[in-house]
């Protein structure tokens, strides 16, 4: 299937859906983060309600907008209120309820040995939402995403989880892949998904997609850079985006670690012996060791015989 029709398809389907999920794999690169938190922006852009979620902490010197959006918990919301306070076991006698005028009044009656509820310890909060598409960004399986997909398998059957992808690894799990390994960076694809969805990008998406890309390109110094990805970089530019500096691609882990350059090896300098020059005295004195010592007596030539 060719991408541009998987990218009508995803289009139609966050179109009919309300409630939305943005699932991002444990531990994300900054292109992952960037991509997921535009895409959220812009969603929220079309009225939707949309749930931004990763399991792990995403560290503040990625500097997007929409961190503050990310949950680790993959729906928080809903209609369904719940009451929550601290209980032991067999210290509540009855729960029961009744209605007074406009006001429905829960009754909590604890058993007679156990002490009553004290107000300022009571919690509420809401459950229940149903996502009507769940989009899955850079996680090579399911699996990838942590608790998000262990804790919630029953949300993930029976509607629309669409993978949307840059890398080999990717396994293709999703009811609608978008997978485009010649992608230089996620953002690019996030870019044009957001074109077709007829959304107007900002100054916020913008900057986020192109911090994306120069995170995933290492400056547009990659081997995967392409024409378009100049294209698309420009684009962003013109929509406002605002270049920030550099931002380490992994700070997760012991690899968080920066990485200090290595001169290359040098082989040390040889330098050819040269013995030392010797003085004239020591030369004479090799030259007078050398010659015979009858070098200075008188020769006598008789002939062709010569008399020493």
């Given at each position: 299937m060719t991408n541009s029709l998987n990218f009508s398809r995803i289009s139609e389907a966050l179109n009919q859906q309300n409630d939305l999920g943005i699932c991002l794999p444990a531990h994300p690169s900054v292109d992952t983060v960037a991509s997921g938190t535009a895409l959220y922006l812009g969603l929220?852009?079309?009225?939707?309600?949309?749930n931004l979620s990763c399991v792990s902490n995403i560290p503040s010197q990625?500097?997007?907008?929409?961190?503050?959006?990310?949950?680790?918990?993959?729906?928080?919301g809903g209609n369904t209120l719940i009451i929550s306070f601290p209980y032991s076991d067999g210290s509540i006698d009855k729960v029961t309820y009744n209605i007074e005028g406009n006001y429905?009044?829960?009754l909590i009656q604890p058993r007679n040995d156990s002490q009553k509820l004290d107000p300022s310890s009571v919690k509420y909060s809401y459950t229940g939402?149903?996502?009507?598409?769940?989009?899955?960004?850079?996680?090579?399986?399911?699996?990838?995403?942590g608790n998000l997909y262990l804790n919630n398998q029953d949300q993930f059957r029976g509607r629309d989880i669409i993978n949307i992808d840059r890398h080999l690894t990717n396994s293709n799990f999703g009811t609608i892949n978008l997978i485009e390994r010649q992608s230089s960076s996620t953002s690019e694809i996030i870019f044009r998904l957001l074109q077709?969805?007829?959304?107007?990008?900002?100054?916020?998406?913008?900057?986020?997609?192109?911090?994306?890309?120069?995170?995933a390109t290492n400056n547009f110094t990659s081997y995967s850079v392409k024409p378009d990805t100049f294209e698309i970089s420009a684009q962003l530019l013109k929509s406002g985006a605002i270049k920030r500096p550099p931002v380490k691609t992994k700070l997760f882990g012991p690899s968080s670690q920066p990485i200090i350059p290595q001169k290359p090896f040098r082989p040390p300098t040889i330098e050819k012996y040269a013995p030392p020059e010797e003085t004239i005295e020591v030369k004479e004195k090799k030259m007078e060791e050398e010659t015979p010592k009858n070098w200075l007596k008188p020769k006598i030539f008789r002939g062709s015989t010569m008399v020493k």
């Open positions: 929220i852009k079309l009225g939707k309600n949309v990625f500097s997007l907008t929409g961190l503050d959006k990310i949950q680790k918990v993959l729906a928080p429905f009044n829960l939402t149903q996502l009507g598409a769940i989009i899955i960004i850079d996680a090579p399986t399911l699996n990838s995403l077709n969805l007829n959304i107007e990008i900002d100054k916020d998406m913008a900057t986020n997609l192109y911090t994306g890309i120069m995170a």
